[in-house]
C-alpha cells in the first residue's frame, strides 16, 4: 500500500500506471471506513488493475461547524483496514490547502435543480462542496471509473451531472447500500450513537420498507408521506424530512408513473447525529 499527501505525487504516479496500461478505480471517502466503504473498494479491485482510496474530511460540504468538528477521525485503524483489503492499494490523504490550491471554498454549480429538494434544501451550500472536492479529487487522480454509494443517492445523481457537464473521462459506478443485520444503513456516524440511540435507530429503515409496502400496495406518494410523518410523532428519532421523488431528477412525486423509477428518502436525527436513508419504493 502507497500513501500519497500531495496532489502532484498521485497525478504522476496515476499517470505512470495509466501509460503503462492500467485502469484505475477511484473510491472517494472521508474516512471512519466500514463495510459500506469496503464494498466500493472491492467492486473498484474487481473491476480495475489499481484502486486509489481516497480519505479527506472535506471542509466546504459542511454546513454546520459542530458537525465537521465533530466528524469520526479514525485514520491509523482506516489505514490498516485498507491494507488488508489489498496491498497494492494506492491510498491518497490530501491534505486541504495543496488540494485546493491555497483557497479552500467552494464553487458554485448548476446542478440543474438536484440541489433544490432534501439535502440540497436541508444542508445550505453542501452540493457545491461535493461538486468542488470532487471535481478537485477527479483532476488530482484522473480515474477511469469513479464508485459512488447509493446511501447518498443524491449525491450520485449530482455527480453524474457534474460528469456529464463538465465532459469528465470518468465512468461512474454506483454500489447499493450495505446494511447492518437490523436493516440500519453504515455509515461513519453510526459510530457515534449511544446504545439506546443505536436501538432506534434501524425505525428510519423499518418506515422506510413501510411507505415500500404502501406504495405497492397503490397509495399516492402524498398519502404515504402522511402515514411515515405520523409514525416519527410517536418515535424518538426527529424527523427532517421523507421525500418521495422519482431517481432520474429527485423531482417530489405526485403520482406514480408507470416507467419510472421512484426512492423514498429521509433524514432523521437521533439526538443530534443526523442520519439519512433511502430506498426504491417503485
Ligand atoms: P463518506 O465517507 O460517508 O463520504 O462515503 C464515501 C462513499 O461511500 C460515498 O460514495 C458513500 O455513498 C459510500 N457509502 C457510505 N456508506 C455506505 C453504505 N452503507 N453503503 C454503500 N455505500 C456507502
Redesign the pocket.
Known amino acids: 500500500m502507497i500513501v500519497f499527501t500531495l496532489r502532484k505525487n498521485i497525478r504522476n504516479t496515476v499517470k505512470k500506471l495509466k501509460e503503462a496500461g492500467k485502469t484505475i478505480g477511484f473510491?472517494?471517502?472521508?474516512?471512519?471506513l466500514?463495510p459500506?466503504?469496503l464494498?466500493?473498494v472491492k467492486k473498484s479491485l474487481e473491476e480495475n488493475h489499481r484502486t486509489v482510496v481516497s480519505i479527506f474530511v472535506n471542509p466546504t460540504q459542511f454546513d454546520n461547524p459542530d458537525d465537521l468538528a465533530k466528524y469520526p477521525r479514525i485514520l491509523e485503524r482506516d489505514l490498516h483496514l485498507l491494507e488488508q483489503t489489498d496491498k497494492d492499494l494506492l491510498v491518497y490523504l490530501p491534505l486541504a490547502e495543496d488540494l485546493y490550491e491555497g483557497n479552500v471554498k467552494a464553487k458554485s454549480f448548476d446542478h440543474g435543480g438536484l440541489d433544490r429538494v432534501m439535502e440540497g434544501a436541508y444542508r445550505r451550500g453542501h452540493f457545491d462542496g461535493v461538486a468542488t472536492v470532487v471535481s478537485l479529487l477527479f483532476d488530482a487522480v484522473q480515474p477511469h471509473r469513479a464508485?459512488?454509494?447509493?446511501?447518498?443517492f443524491q449525491?450520485?445523481q449530482i455527480i453524474r451531472r457534474l460528469v456529464e457537464s463538465q465532459n469528465y473521462p470518468v465512468d461512474i459506478r454506483p454500489?447499493?447500500?450495505?446494511?447492518e443485520k437490523d436493516g440500519l444503513?453504515?455509515?461513519?456516524r453510526n459510530l457515534r450513537l449511544t446504545e439506546p440511540m443505536r436501538k432506534e435507530a434501524p425505525f428510519i429503515y423499518q418506515t422506510l420498507l413501510k411507505a415500500k409496502e404502501m406504495a405497492e400496495k397503490g397509495m399516492k406518494p402524498d398519502l404515504i408521506k402522511e402515514n411515515i410523518s405520523l409514525l416519527y410523532e410517536k418515535s424518538p428519532l426527529r424527523l427532517e424530512y421523507f421525500e418521495i421523488a422519482d431517481e432520474e431528477h429527485l423531482r417530489p412525486a405526485e403520482n406514480f408513473e408507470p416507467g419510472k423509477n421512484y426512492r423514498a428518502f429521509i433524514a432523521a436525527y437521533a439526538g443530534d447525529i443526523r442520519l439519512i436513508d433511502n430506498l426504491r419504493i417503485k
Do not use: C, N, W
Not at 175 to 179: D, L, M, T
Open positions: 473510491v472517494p471517502t472521508m474516512g471512519a466500514h459500506g466503504h464494498a466500493l464508485y459512488f454509494g447509493e446511501k447518498d449525491q450520485l454500489v447499493p447500500i450495505h446494511r444503513a453504515m455509515s461513519s
